[in-house]
């Protein structure tokens, strides 16, 4: 497919933002660098060391490993917050070419990500108006998506078609645990990632992991072929025993796996920070953001290599490419104040809800459990809800959280382990609902 260049794109004239010192990608010679990818397997950046998957130095002429944020197309501008599906093409344009313009390139999308309408934005916003040497893509196979084995070939050919490529740079055995494991192995997942591989319609063949640490050592041994692991990392989940980011990170690095971290600021919440977790950081750093900070986390790590962000505003492009063009390792002083910060986090009674919406996907009452959870946060500390959350929870399309019948099948789907049944009846009381 060609492309058609934007008119802002490169120039990157972004609301009286200084415009970049190099505006644009180098964009010349855009085939041989999508040859040097599908031959090599690394991709091309301008302005970065030359390292390969495992962090050698490479030789001259084959390729460069790009800045380490990719831009998740998970949580992108909408025109109706309550409507997954409105995407706000305009808005996305302009975060997409200034994230290219400062030299980034990685993008990361799914098939289930805004109801199904990710792959085509990220097509529309970027695959129509670059050149396909200009960025990497990752996209990922759910397993629970699957009705037999003949179904991982037409979803992946759907992918392509919904993306516009003739190839994947990155894909993803989606949000694997132990049900996902099990629906991908009877569905030959892994054996057909493989086989694309094979093809060349894959660079790079991984996961992305949520379960125990034990579960995936169990896993990595049964697949020692993947080239990398997703992981959810960041500083409030490290030694969560729910998550236990920091003994998945520990397992992934004894397998010699490259780390690609989701969930840095875990879902906002690291983002905006409450007040006194936020005073604490501003000891050290005063008017720093919150969310550099998790990026400075979760990149420092030895052998991350690339850091997932869901942007839906400029600011957000800007602040996180800023943190992430030459990250700052933390001192020891720094990895001090973000564990008290997260002691105080984890003291608050608020929801840790990222909003990945696969809860609600099989929701029998037809709950919309993020944004319920999301006004739950909000009120919760007031002890009731002013009369703006109390509209705002009164619009909310679908059941309300009194309707919750208690199956708990969102608990068997959730990431963060949430006790979701639980905190739907919570919210519910809050909001002075019945059960009726």
Same mark, same amino acid.
């Given at each position: ?6 008119? $802002? ?23 041989? %660098? ?47 917050? /309550? ?9 996305? *344009? ?18 289930? %990500? ?13 695959? *129509? ?20 084995? /003949? ?27 132990? /049900? ?26 991984? @996961? ?16 020692? /072929? ?54 604490? @950081? ?50 020891? *002083?720094?990895?001090? @104040? ?11 009674? @608020? ?22 959870? *999301?006004? %739950? ?43 979701? $049944? ?15």
């Amino acid at each position: 497919m060609g492309f058609q260049r934007h008119a $802002a794109a490169g120039s990157c004239d972004i609301s009286g933002y200084p415009k970049p010192a190099r505006p644009g990608l180098v964009l010349r010679d855009a085939r041989a %660098y999508t040859e040097n990818r599908r031959s090599t397997g690394r991709f091309y950046a301008p302005g970065r060391e030359e390292r390969g998957m495992n962090g050698r130095e490479l030789p001259e002429g084959e390729g460069k490993m790009a800045k380490k944020l990719g831009f998740g197309f998970m949580r992108l501008p909408l025109l109706k917050e /309550e409507d997954p599906a409105s995407i706000d093409y305009p808005a996305l *344009e302009t975060l997409v070419d200034a994230f290219l313009a400062r030299g980034f390139t990685y993008f990361d999308t799914a098939p289930t %990500y805004h109801a199904g309408h990710s792959e085509e934005a990220l097509r529309r916003v970027l695959v *129509e108006r670059y050149p396909r040497g200009a960025f990497t893509l990752a996209s990922k196979m759910p397993p629970w998506r699957l009705e037999g084995p /003949e179904h991982p070939a037409r979803l992946f050919a759907g992918q392509l078609e919904r993306c516009g490529v003739e190839y994947f740079d990155y894909y993803l055995a989606h949000s694997i645990n132990r /049900e996902h494991y099990a629906q991908a192995k009877e569905y030959g997942v892994f054996e057909f990632i493989a086989q694309k591989k094979r093809e060349g319609k894959i660079l790079r063949a991984g @996961l992305s992991f949520h379960d125990t640490p034990e579960f995936l050592d169990q896993v990595l041994t049964e697949h020692p /072929e993947l080239d990398f692991v997703q992981l959810q990392i960041n500083y409030l989940d490290w030694n969560s025993p729910a998550v236990q980011a920091r003994r998945c990170y520990e397992i992934a690095r004894a397998h010699a796996k490259p780390i690609f971290v989701m969930e840095p600021c875990k879902g906002g919440r690291l983002a905006k920070l409450p007040t006194e977790a936020q005073a604490l @950081l501003n000891t050290r750093a005063p008017g720093t953001p919150a969310a550099g900070w998790a990026f400075r986390f979760a990149a420092g790590l030895e052998g991350v290599e690339m850091v997932l962000s869901g942007m839906n505003t400029l600011e957000q492009v800007l602040e996180n490419t800023a943190v992430l063009k030459a990250p700052v390792p933390l001192e020891k *002083e720094e990895q001090a @104040l973000l564990e008290q910060a997260a002691r105080l986090l984890r003291q608050s009674e @608020l929801v840790a809800c990222t909003g990945c919406g696969y809860c609600a996907e099989g929701c029998p009452a037809g709950i919309p459990i993020p944004q319920v959870l *999301e006004l %739950y946060n909000q009120a919760l500390p007031a002890g009731a809800p002013t009369a703006g959350q109390a509209a705002a929870y009164a619009a909310l399309p679908g059941a309300k959280a009194a309707q919750c019948v208690g199956c708990k099948k969102c608990e068997t789907v959730c990431p963060q382990r949430l006790p979701v $049944a639980a905190r739907m009846r919570q919210t519910a009381a809050l909001f002075g609902q019945t059960g009726a």
